[in-house]
């Protein structure tokens, strides 16, 4: 069962588990707010595994609405939580780079301390502990800086702006993973087969700042813009974000996993944008 199914991961974890039976719910089907609901779900469909892929995704947005993050990214995660042992299914939990400040220079492990610098980052991080607490044995996958087709993502919206303006100005000081979402999913039907427990780390491999990301779409698209590196000082934004946020890969060999590289997802990515 995926909580999140029309969402950027949810929508790819749907067309890649094939050999399941898979039940995916939008905020419509179950809002994760209302733990009666939740768990009158599991109860119609008794799943085996749950896949909580259902969060309040907007880092800005979270800054101001901060019942609202607290609300669906941590209380409903618990409602998820509950309803999932007393069904006795297990639980993928989806958390983020943004529980941790960004201020280490080498890939940050499972075991790293928290240290979340923004509202989405704490309800991210408060959510990973209750979980871990209510639910011994589930499964936490931190992943970063998802792309990918059906929804707004970082390559589409840089695909946008190129396609009207002679430069962009993108900032050159913030290095994380890009991750495309159907690889991403993979792993996770991995770790669900493989019976995953604990904090995992799962991105693309190689990392990038959104500059260099910026300057790689821009190539592979053909377009001439040109992409000039910025602070983020230059460019404001309510919520902080980590300068660093690369997740080491240490535990994905354990699910036999090796997630391919950015540059790779990212040519996959435009192709499927333009079929
Ligand atoms: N996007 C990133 O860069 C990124 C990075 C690190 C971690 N993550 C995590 O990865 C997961 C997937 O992210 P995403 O980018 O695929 O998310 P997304 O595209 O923003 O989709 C969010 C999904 O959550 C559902 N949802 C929102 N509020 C809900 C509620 N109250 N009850 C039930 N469902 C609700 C939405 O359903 P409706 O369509 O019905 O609203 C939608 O299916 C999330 O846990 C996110 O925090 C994302």
Redesign the pocket.
Known sequence: MI??????????LMQEWKLDAVSG??????????AKRVLEVMRETKPDWIV???????VDGCESNRDLAF???RD?AVNVAEAATQVGARLL??????VFDGKKSTPYEPDDPRNPQSV?GRT?AEAEIRLQELVPDCCV????????A?????PDTILKQAAQRPTLDVVDDQRGSP?Y?VDLARAIIQFCRGNAKGIVHTTNSGDCTWFEFAQEIVKDAGLTTTVRPISSEQMARPAPRPAYSVLSASRLKEYGIAMPNWRDALRRYLEQRQS
Do not use: E, M
């Open positions: 909580f999140g199914a029309s969402g950027l991961l949810g929508q790819a719910l939008t905020s419509r089907d179950a809002d994760i707010r209302n909580l892929a259902a969060a309040y995704t907007d609300a669906v990214n409903g939990f989806l958390s983020s780079d943004y989405y991210k996958v931190r992943t970063s800086w998802l792309f990918g059906g929804g707004k993502c970082f991750t979402v």
